[in-house]
């Protein structure tokens, strides 16, 4: 079984213990990605407030998040 299933039967599992591990793991993947994405775009002449518009944070908060 991968990764992916094993997450993804976690995160619908009963057992407390086991999904709130899965909303762990799922919350460092986002924070992975979204980092990953924001430099694509800052890269690619971004501005933060375009980051943040869509992201649907404050420009501050964005720009303080991957500054």
Excluded: C, F, Y
Excluded at 19 to 24: C, E, K, M, N, T
Excluded at 44 to 67: C, E, M, N, T
């Amino acid at each position: 079984m991968n990764d992916d299933m094993k997450l993804t039967e976690a995160a619908a599992s009963t057992n407390p213990a086991q999904g709130l591990a899965a909303v762990r793991a799922l919350r460092v993947l986002a924070d992975r990605l979204e980092d990953v994405q924001v430099r694509n775009a800052r890269e690619r002449g971004w501005s933060w407030q375009a980051i943040a518009d869509v992201l649907q944070v404050s420009r501050q908060a964005v720009h303080q998040k991957h500054s």
